[in-house]
């Protein structure tokens, strides 16, 4: 799923000037749902790459080619169906909150801290503690840890709501 920050498409371009007054903006991010953007796992504003970074090869970037890539998510799926064996599931995004949140898989709450306190004061909701987790939990398999620590729920929860 993909959106426009706002109907010119330009608020927050660096090369442009968005011309939405902010009432606008508000009403047409409005216009996609709570429990519809709840169900979305990963928020991430991407920034437009202007012609003069495309010209600029290799200066602060980070490139990894699809085999690499590749390699890296079917090792993440190899360890978390490993972790998973003797369960039904074998994907992360097949177990359920509440098996995450259980005795099997309950993160000490150290690791949990900055999740728990998101839900207390109404930054997410329980799907999205749970999405979190499940977030946290592929990090992990892709940092090729054995259990999530503060820093991969963290980095879980800033994916969640990086808009």
């Not at 009403?27 to 010209?55: C, E, N």
């Not at 177990?95 to 004061?121: N, S």
């Not at 999205?128 to 259990?147: F, N, Q």
Request: charged share 25%; with cysteine; proline share 6%.
């Amino acid at each position: 799923m993909a959106a426009n920050p706002c109907p010119c498409g330009q608020y927050g371009a660096r090369d442009s000037e968005c011309t939405c007054p902010p009432a606008q903006r508000r009403r047409y991010l409005a216009r996609i749902s709570g429990p519809l953007l709840d169900r979305v796992d990963i928020q991430l504003r991407v920034h437009r790459v202007t012609s003069a970074q495309l010209r600029m090869e290799g200066v602060d970037t980070v490139v990894t080619d699809t085999a690499t890539a590749r390699s890296r998510v079917v090792a993440a799926r190899s360890r978390a169906a490993t972790r998973l064996a003797g369960t039904p599931w074998t994907l992360n995004s097949q177990v359920p909150g509440a098996w995450l949140r259980g005795p099997e898989a309950r993160l000490a709450p150290t690791v949990t801290a900055t999740l728990d306190r998101a839900l207390e004061r109404g930054g997410i909701t329980m799907r999205g503690y749970d999405r979190v987790l499940r977030l946290a939990w592929t990090l992990t398999d892709l940092d090729e840890a054995s259990t999530p620590t503060a820093e991969h729920v963290g980095r879980a929860l800033y994916l969640r709501k990086a808009i």
